[in-house]
């Protein structure tokens, strides 16, 4: 072996063993930046994303939506741009909104967001007549089947222990015929599948979905034939904050995120130079 | 910001960063806060989960709604698989959970996970409106046939079933890949939410007072 070939084995080794908390600070430094000061970087809006926007907006004043929210409290970051601009659409375009939650955690976050982040009566909204909230419910997907065939058998009372049948807008809605549209917020990749069972297939309803970034791959299959458009990430809750003219906290997180990537794409061109260079730089 | 929100802030910070101290190495103040905060969510859960049974079984059940007896007994036989003796009778509401479960999902899994799924992927090739949707729609078909040969494991890979898994595999990687993309960006995304959290709520909010 010559002293030129065993110098590039040691280059390539050594960019391979680049200790790892420098992939750490750099990628903290990129994304610190900004947070400091926003950059704006331009947003491309993305078909499921359109798609997930004019399924609200195609629907005519005073339609009902229906939206089960699956918040995480742990995940909020990637949910929080979905759901408060879907919010802000909703009323803005005058919705009639039946909040519901099948995990526990999506009502503490209803409780904290819903009136003080996004305020109904900002857009002349009412409580009972033009939104309900329902509550939280243990149930699963047999509770999304339930729901959506007997609604007082789920959620007898809203969440103030008012009956459904004396909230003014719940009066005529008692199961999937009443609903216009059903917004899935999911909280993990298991549930991204409910709505196509339990609302799509058995009675053709109109469905969006919003998911975690992950998921995203999982939800693509089924758009836009089974559900009208998704959100996956709070990068594509960006691009429904830049569709509805909806500032919200997808913005800086965008910025962030963009800059936050490039140390990791660094890191993923030295790891395969090293490899690249250790297979076929002449080791043996 | 009142005392409630600086003392949220401090005790959010001193987790925050206790978590972020593992990427320099393991430490106690990273353990500390790791089990802190198993410790506390899992006491919450608890809690949230003690005050479910008694708001929507005991409280029910105890104004005359008796038929709710059934799901909390049988929720009750769950906890017999914590007596070796006792075990198999908590076989019966898993089964009642099993078959729950299968009953309403079946129908809407045949229907619109595979029977939808391949007729969309078979009918877009021939329905498809520009030369682009044809050509994602042969792709979309020939990476489905492909991916699902990898898996045949009754014949040896060798001939076309070899071609075919072979180009199976790549559809396979690129669809693992994107999935982990999407992983890596939401590992991300809550890096930089708690940075957010650093920088607006704690040091310009609670510790500068600027915010």
Request: glycine share 10%.
């Amino acid at each position: 072996m010559s002293k030129e070939e065993k110098g590039s084995i040691t280059m390539w080794e050594k960019l391979g063993n680049i200790d790892y908390r420098w992939l750490y600070a750099l990628s903290l430094v990129l994304m610190i930046i900004p947070i400091l000061n926003p950059l704006g970087l331009p947003t491309i809006v993305s078909e499921p994303t359109k798609g997930f926007y004019n399924a609200i907006v195609d629907l005519p004043p005073g339609s009902v939506v229906a939206v089960s929210f699956q918040g995480s409290l742990a995940l909020l970051d990637e949910q929080e741009a979905q759901f408060i601009a879907t919010w802000k659409i909703l009323f803005q375009h005058e919705m009639k909104v039946i909040f519901y939650s099948p995990e526990s955690d999506g009502e503490i976050i209803l409780n904290d967001h819903l009136g003080k982040i996004v305020k109904p009566e900002d857009y002349g909204r009412v409580y009972g007549v033009d939104y309900v909230r329902l509550g939280y419910a243990p149930l699963g997907e047999p509770g999304e089947a339930a729901f959506s065939t007997n609604i007082r058998g789920v959620f007898p009372t809203d969440i103030h222990g008012t009956a459904l049948d004396q909230i003014p807008m719940m009066k005529d809605i008692n199961d999937h015929t009443g609903i216009d549209l059903v917004i899935f917020q999911h909280t993990a990749c298991t549930s991204v599948e409910w709505p196509i069972r339990q609302w799509v297939v058995p009675y053709n309803m109109k469905c969006i979905t919003m998911t975690l970034g992950c998921c995203g791959p999982m939800a693509a299959p089924y758009y836009p034939k089974q559900i009208l458009g998704f959100l996956s990430g709070s990068g594509m809750g960006t691009e429904l904050e830049v569709l509805s003219g909806n500032p919200g906290p997808g913005a800086v997180m965008s910025d962030a995120k963009n800059f936050g990537v490039l140390g990791l794409l660094l890191f993923l061109v030295l790891g395969n130079l090293s490899y690249l260079g250790k297979r076929f730089g002449g080791k043996e | 910001m009142n005392f409630w929100e600086i003392l949220g802030a401090w005790v959010g910070a001193f987790f925050v960063i206790s978590v972020m101290t593992m990427l320099w190495k393991d430490n106690p103040y990273f353990r500390f806060g790791q089990q802190a905060i198993i410790g506390g969510t899992i006491a919450h859960y608890v809690l949230f989960n003690m005050k479910n049974v008694i708001n929507m079984a005991l409280i029910p059940i105890s104004k005359g709604h008796v038929i709710l007896i059934v799901p909390f007994i049988l929720g009750l036989l769950m906890y017999t698989r914590l007596f070796r003796d006792y075990a198999w009778i908590s076989k019966y509401p898993t089964s009642v959970l099993v078959g729950v479960g299968i009953g309403v999902m079946i129908a809407g899994t045949l229907r619109g996970q595979i029977i939808d799924q391949i007729k969309a992927t078979v009918v877009d090739i021939f329905t498809a409106g520009t030369a682009y949707d044809a050509l994602n729609g042969v792709i979309i078909a020939v990476g489905t046939v492909t991916a699902i040969t990898f898996w045949i494991f009754t014949r040896e890979h060798t001939g076309a079933l070899g071609a075919s898994a072979k180009i199976g595999r790549i559809f396979l990687m690129v669809s693992l890949g994107a999935n982990w993309a999407g992983e890596e960006v939401w590992y991300l995304t809550q890096m930089i939410g708690r940075l957010i959290f650093l920088i607006e709520v704690f040091i310009k909010g609670t510790l500068l007072g600027i915010a």
